[in-house]
């Protein structure tokens, strides 16, 4: 079954403590992405890896690093979280070809105090 | 930087009214998608319109790309609880590394 992975789903954690969210995918695509969710602000997108070793910033990439070491797995990093970074996140899969639809991952909501 | 607008953000309608949401587009884009988010659940993909003019149909739902191919509307007929969340358009970008540009989402609010 094709699947998108996160973990973990919910997290509750201080500010300043590193934390590393994973997402892994067995459909083989090259294209992933991260993305955080704000009520009224839609999906904005952190970071994208068009392929392994290659990763490119989004919108709002501050405060946040990623790696693509291999081609299922691209884990978030926050190194120093804030509260701010309080919000839903969403790893997404993207075949490299057409037709460029997204698969996205169950979310992880995190939350910062 | 380019943009996709889509409104409205909420729409309240009784069960058995039709939905409409919008997306404009301030650049010339490939190709449009469409997201559904049910809530408490993660955006899935529900079609892709690729040709001008382009209209496309599912049950109720019905797609339509622009003829400049910089808009798009959902509109869906006589709504139904299923129907309930939040519908995103994506506009692909070919000249951005295949990004897709996201709309703000429209949520489909169906009132008791």
């Known amino acids: 079954e094709a699947q998108v992975t996160q973990n973990p789903r919910y997290l509750i954690t201080v500010t300043g403590k590193k934390l590393t969210v994973t997402c892994s995918q067995n459909?083989?695509?090259?294209?992933m992405s991260w993305y955080r969710q704000d009520p009224g602000l839609g999906l904005r997108q952190i970071y994208y890896?068009?392929?392994?070793?290659?990763?490119d910033k989004g919108d709002v990439p501050e405060g946040y690093k990623v790696s693509r070491k291999e081609k299922r797995n691209f884990p978030l990093i926050l190194e120093s979280p804030s509260p701010n970074q309080t919000s839903l996140y969403f790893c997404?899969?993207?075949?490299?070809?057409?037709?460029?639809?997204?698969?996205f991952g169950p979310g992880t909501r995190l939350t910062v105090t | 930087g380019q943009q996709v607008m889509q409104i409205p953000q909420y729409q309240h309608v009784q069960e058995g009214e039709d939905f409409t949401t919008y997306c404009n587009s301030s650049?010339?884009?490939?190709?449009i998608q469409w997201y559904k988010q049910r809530p408490g659940g993660h955006p899935v993909f529900l079609i892709q319109?690729?040709?001008s003019g382009e209209v496309k149909k599912q049950k109720r739902l019905t797609f339509q790309f622009g003829e400049a191919k910089k808009n798009s509307s959902l509109h869906i007929t006589a709504t139904q609880t299923t129907d309930v969340g939040t519908y995103f358009c994506?506009?692909?970008?070919?000249?951005?590394?295949?990004?897709?540009?996201w709309g703000a989402g429209t949520k489909l609010i169906i009132k008791p």
């Open positions: 997404a899969t993207q075949t490299g070809m057409g037709p460029y639809e997204q698969y």
């Open positions: 459909m083989n695509h090259e294209y």
């Open positions: 890896s068009m392929n392994v070793e290659v990763t």
């Open positions: 650049t010339t884009l490939s190709n």
């Open positions: 319109l690729v040709k």
């Open positions: 994506a506009g692909l970008d070919m000249d951005s590394n295949y990004q897709l540009i």
